[in-house]
């Protein structure tokens, strides 16, 4: 399965429970993805820092059995071993179970793309696990080119908003004040240079808001 039969989501953690089967470096980074989410690792071994991590430690063997004892309940199980066979019988279990899987050697229905967080938005690149490496270089790519003027540019149109909204009064007029705003250069040219203020009235005389 690739990413063209995915749905590229944003998932709120909420009460859920991610269940990292493998306590090594590979758990480790795919903990990361999770910030949030109740984390429980079942491994025979786990590295202090992913120990520390989780939520929930269990330290056994992982067999069937231990498998289905503990994706009970589970958000999404993943397959984070070193062992591909031991990670394709995690997955397939998980599965079988109608319970979400990613696996560290692929085939699951859940993708963990390379993620960029910035101050106010987040950027995502994933290609379905067909070139592992491409993803974290587009990121580091799009990271220098998303200098600070785009949370600048964030933190405006956040302020803007209440305004707009009371003094426009049709969401078309406010959705083509809004893309006339970001389209223009001059706005961009100021939060670049740090003239918020600038960039601020300039953004109100554009739509009538003062």
Do not use: C
């Not at 990121?139 to 956040?158: A, F, N, P, Q, T």
């Not at 305004?163 to 893309?179: D, G």
């Not at 100021?190 to 601020?200: D, F, P, Q, V, W």
Request: charge should be negative; aromatic fraction near 4%.
């Amino acid at each position: 399965m690739t990413d063209r039969n995915m749905a590229p989501i944003f998932v709120s953690p909420g009460d859920r429970q991610i269940v990292v089967f493998g306590g090594g470096k590979v758990a480790l980074r795919k903990i990361g993805h999770f910030k949030g989410f109740r984390i429980k690792v079942v491994s025979k071994e786990v590295l202090p820092e992913v120990r520390d991590a989780a939520d929930e430690v269990i330290i056994t063997d992982i067999s069937e059995n231990s498998i289905k004892e503990n994706i009970e309940g589970a958000f999404i199980a993943v397959a984070a071993t070193s062992d591909k066979a031991i990670n394709a019988m995690i997955r397939d279990t998980a599965m079988a179970e109608g319970i979400m899987a990613n696996s560290a050697h692929g085939g699951g229905d859940v993708l963990i793309p390379s993620v960029l967080n910035k101050r106010n938005f987040t950027v995502t690149v994933s290609t379905g696990g067909t070139v592992p490496a491409f993803p974290p270089y587009v990121v580091r790519k799009i990271d220098g080119l998303l200098d600070d003027s785009y949370d600048l540019m964030m933190d405006m149109l956040i302020e803007l908003r209440p305004v707009i909204k009371e003094k426009v009064k049709t969401q078309p007029e406010r959705a083509k004040l809004l893309a006339d705003i970001l389209d223009n250069q001059s706005i961009w040219n100021m939060l670049s240079s740090g003239k918020t203020e600038e960039a601020i009235k300039e953004a109100k005389r554009m739509g009538d808001l003062e």
